[in-house]
């Protein structure tokens, strides 16, 4: 079984020689809720946001979606962080998400299937026309 360390072991970030422009890159998509979901990606938003060229962009993309540290489906425009290399660079949040998803289940109990109530004053508020001025 592979434990959070040994993920962020097999492949540390210095050792894919990433250049300022796709860390930059990676870091926006992650920024931008690039990890818990596609994003749909623009790469001049990108280049001017990170003060670059949209040519570096495109590049950083490429490569990036080459080292799988973002997926794309198919031939979109949409990207995601890879949650496993992220997760491994932050083996605090994912002690996290492995700790919620160990988490037990809510139980509904008897109360939770019955109508609400209303107070009173909620049931008079309803009860009122009020004429439109």
């Known amino acids: 079984m592979t434990t959070t360390n040994d993920l962020s ?3 540390p970030v210095y050792t894919l020689n990433l250049t300022a422009a796709q860390r930059a890159t ?3 998509l992650t ?8 994003l749909e990606v623009d790469p001049e938003q990108i280049a001017e946001d990170c003060s670059t060229s949209v040519t570096t962009v495109h590049d950083a993309l490429t490569r990036l979606t080459t080292l799988r540290l973002i997926q794309r489906p ?3 425009t949409l ?4 949650p496993r290399f992220f997760f491994a660079q932050n083996p605090e949040l994912a002690q996290l ?3 919620a998803l160990d988490a037990p289940d809510v139980l509904p109990d008897a109360r939770a299937g019955r ?3 209303s107070a009173p004053a ?6 009122q026309v009020r004429p439109v001025s």
């Not at 920024?31 to 596609?38: P, R, V």
């Not at 909620?122 to 009860?127: A, G, I, L, S, T």
């Open 9 to 11: 072991m097999a492949h």
């Open 97 to 99: 998400a492995i700790d």
């Open 79 to 82: 990207y995601r962080v890879n």
């Open 122 to 127: 909620d049931v008079q508020r309803r009860r």
């Open 31 to 38: 920024q931008n809720g690039g990890l818990f979901g596609t």
């Open 115 to 117: 109508p609400r109530r």
């Open 26 to 28: 990676l870091e926006w």
């Open 74 to 76: 198919g031939e979109s």
